[in-house]
Every structure is written in structure tokens, then in C-alpha cells.
């Protein structure tokens, strides 16, 4: 059973690009959610999707980040005209559809964005 | 909004020595508390969690304890291994995974 996906797992951007990230969640999980991890610090919870639906994304910065999650398809994190601050590594999770409060979030390995 | 303040950030102990790191939480509507393991370069793996209506729970070498009164709880690993190496964070939510703050991790290293 393959565990949460995320590609790519490292990308470079200059500073006024675009990045796009995708996750796949684990079979049978129909829940994501996209964290952010500064060097050296905790993760901080951006945004929590369903399929075709943004549930919570009171942690999503207001301008250049957008996320979705299709019906078919992985999920995408987007950054418009990314700058340096927005280097950091950016982990999807998933969980079932209960929620994940009973099993908890499975993090896939992340996406290291650096820009230059 | 939740604050999770954790300690140490950092902690050395000799292989079979335990290790104790101890997080506080400050919205007392928090009723889970997960801790994740990460290794360099992967993503953080949840190892053991716990909720309000216990306060203890234990798998093999690790075990959590959970104060809600004092609002704060720990992660106790017995005969640590080379292989517990990582940094380790804590977290906790009031109900919703979606909600999850986590604390500022602690790297702990097992030395021989």
C-alpha cells in the first residue's frame, strides 16, 4: 500500500515563478492537507481539502498560494510569483474519510521549494 | 488560537538511556495529542498519539502521558537505539487532524 506521494520531491524557482506541487493521497484516503515547514521549525497547517472542495484554508497565506484537489487527479499547491521567503518544505498528508481524527495524518516526504 | 511550546530542542542521551520530551498546550479545548518522528530528508511519521479521555498510553519502547489539567504532555522512549535518532515534534488539535499546531521539535541523539 503505497503511502502519500508527493512530487517533485525538490524545486527551484527564481523569484517571480511559478511552483506547482502535487500530492497524491493514500489509497482509500479522501482528505488532504498541506502544511509548511520553515528550517528549523514546526510545521504550520496552510490548507485542508476534499475532493473538489477547500474545507479550511484559514493557514493559506491571502495572495499568490491557491490549492485544489480534483476528482480525478492529484492535488495542487500553487505559488504565484514566488519569492525567497516562500523557500521551505511543504508536506501533503492524508487521511480517511473520517476526518483523520481517529488515525491521525499520514505525511507523505515532502517537497523542498528553494528560490533563488 | 493554540500555542505548543516543547522542550528541549535538543537532547543527547547514551544508547539504553531513556528520553523525555515534554510539550505544553495552551487552548484547553485540545483533546488530541499526536507526536511524529522525522529523519533528514523525509517527512514526519506519526509514532504515537493520545487523547483527552486517557492519561497514558504506551507501545513497545514509547509510551505518552497526557496531564489536561496542567495542560501539558510528554513522550518517554526506554532503551533508546542509534535508530531513535531524529527530531521528534509534538502536536495537538481540538478535535479536527485539520487543526493540528505543532511544537518546535526536538533533535535527539542516541550515541553510542
Known amino acids: 500500500n503505497a503511502g502519500v506521494m508527493q512530487n517533485p520531491r525538490h524545486l527551484v524557482r527564481r523569484r517571480g515563478q511559478e511552483a506547482r506541487l502535487r500530492c497524491s493521497p493514500m489509497k482509500g484516503h479522501s482528505h488532504v492537507y498541506w502544511y509548511r515547514q520553515l528550517p528549523e521549525e514546526g510545521l504550520k497547517f496552510m490548507v485542508y481539502l476534499q475532493k473538489e472542495n477547500i474545507i479550511d484554508e484559514s493557514g493559506m497565506p491571502k495572495e499568490r498560494f491557491s490549492a485544489e484537489f480534483p476528482k480525478e487527479g492529484p492535488s495542487i499547491l500553487r505559488i504565484q510569483q514566488v519569492v525567497r521567503g516562500d523557500s521551505a518544505a511543504y508536506f501533503c498528508?492524508?487521511?480517511?474519510?473520517?476526518?483523520?481524527?481517529?488515525?491521525?495524518?499520514?505525511f507523505g516526504p515532502g517537497t523542498r521549494l528553494t528560490v533563488l | 488560537g493554540e500555542n505548543v511550546e516543547q522542550h528541549p530542542s535538543t537532547l543527547s542521551v547514551q544508547e539504553g538511556d531513556s528520553a523525555v520530551i515534554k510539550c505544553t498546550y495552551s487552548?484547553?479545548?485540545?483533546?488530541?495529542f499526536p507526536w511524529y518522528k522525522q529523519e533528514l530528508g523525509k517527512g514526519p511519521q506519526l509514532i504515537i498519539d493520545i487523547r483527552s479521555n486517557v492519561g497514558e498510553k504506551k507501545d513497545q519502547r514509547i509510551a505518552v502521558t497526557l496531564n489536561k489539567t496542567a495542560k501539558h504532555f510528554s513522550l518517554h522512549i526506554t532503551e533508546t537505539q542509534p535508530e531513535d535518532s531524529a527530531v521528534y515534534f509534538c502536536a495537538a488539535s481540538p478535535g479536527t487532524a485539520s487543526k493540528l499546531t505543532f511544537g518546535t521539535g526536538t533533535r535527539l541523539q542516541v550515541t553510542l
Open positions: 498528508a492524508s487521511s480517511p474519510p473520517s476526518g483523520g481524527l481517529l488515525v491521525g495524518l499520514f
Open positions: 487552548d484547553s479545548a485540545s483533546n488530541y
